[in-house]
């Protein structure tokens, strides 16, 4: 049982170049996150899509854009790198988010480790 | 701006000692907490969540919620070597669909 993968695990990019973060799940959940985390300043939301065919900004958007493929993967995509976006970032899934339940239970997939030159 | 503070650490405790971890949010209505440890280059794992006052047991683990004070707690007991960690508190937010907020974390260090 895979939970969370995400690709690539480590990339260096140029100021200005483009990349895109995959992320997919294999628990048949209806949500997924993305997530950077800096030192010092925790994790902090970039998008997250409640179920399948809706995205929403989180706290820290700018600079990304995500697409929810299908219910399994969800990619964000960096347009013109900064090296502000120098980061770990983590994709997380839950089986929902409605409620005051366990239904918000994340699952974090291992990291994806950029750096912007 | 919803807000979870935790100090960030260290905090050093000996090898079978109690550690106490907290937690304060600023989101009166919230409803829902957790809490991971997150390993030095991993990724956070839920250890522990909370949704009534009181306290909760797992093992060595009690998670202890305080609505009226805005607090939520996490105490290991026989701290091991294998407890060094970062600890994130994370919250729910009040209503519809809410994500989670976290902490900054506190690192743990239990000395042999």
């Known amino acids: 049982n895979a939970g969370v993968t995400q690709t690539p695990k480590f990339q260096v990019l140029k100021t200005g170049q483009s990349m895109t973060l995959q992320c997919a799940q294999d628990m048949n959940h209806n949500s997924m996150y993305w997530y950077r985390q800096d030192p010092g300043m925790g994790l902090r939301l970039i998008y997250y899509?409640?179920?399948?065919?809706?995205?929403d900004k989180g706290e820290v958007p700018n600079g990304y854009n995500v697409s929810r493929l299908n219910k399994r993967e969800f990619s964000l995509r960096l347009e013109s790198a900064a090296p502000s976006q120098t980061s770990v970032y983590f994709c997380?899934?839950?089986?929902?988010?409605?409620?005051?339940?366990?239904?918000?239970?994340?699952?974090f997939g291992a990291g994806s480790r950029l750096t912007v030159l | 701006q919803k807000e979870v503070e935790q100090n960030s650490g260290p905090l050093s405790v000996p090898e079978g000692a109690i550690a106490s971890l907290n937690c304060t949010y600023s989101?009166?209505?919230?409803?829902?907490f957790f809490w991971y440890r997150q390993y030095s280059g991993k990724s956070p794992e839920l250890i522990m969540s909370?949704?009534?006052?009181g306290d909760k047991e797992d093992g060595r683990f009690t998670a202890q919620l305080n609505k009226a004070s805005q607090y939520v707690s996490l105490l290991i007991r026989d701290s091991q070597p294998s407890d060094s960690a970062t600890y994130l508190c994370a919250v729910k937010g009040t209503s519809g669909y809410s994500t989670l907020t976290f902490g900054k974390g506190t690192m743990l260090l239990v000395s042999p």
């Open positions: 909370i949704y009534s006052n």
């Open positions: 997380a899934s839950s089986e929902s988010g409605q409620g005051a339940s366990g239904a918000n239970v994340l699952t």
């Open positions: 899509s409640a179920s399948e065919g809706t995205t």
């Open positions: 989101d009166r209505g919230s409803q829902s």
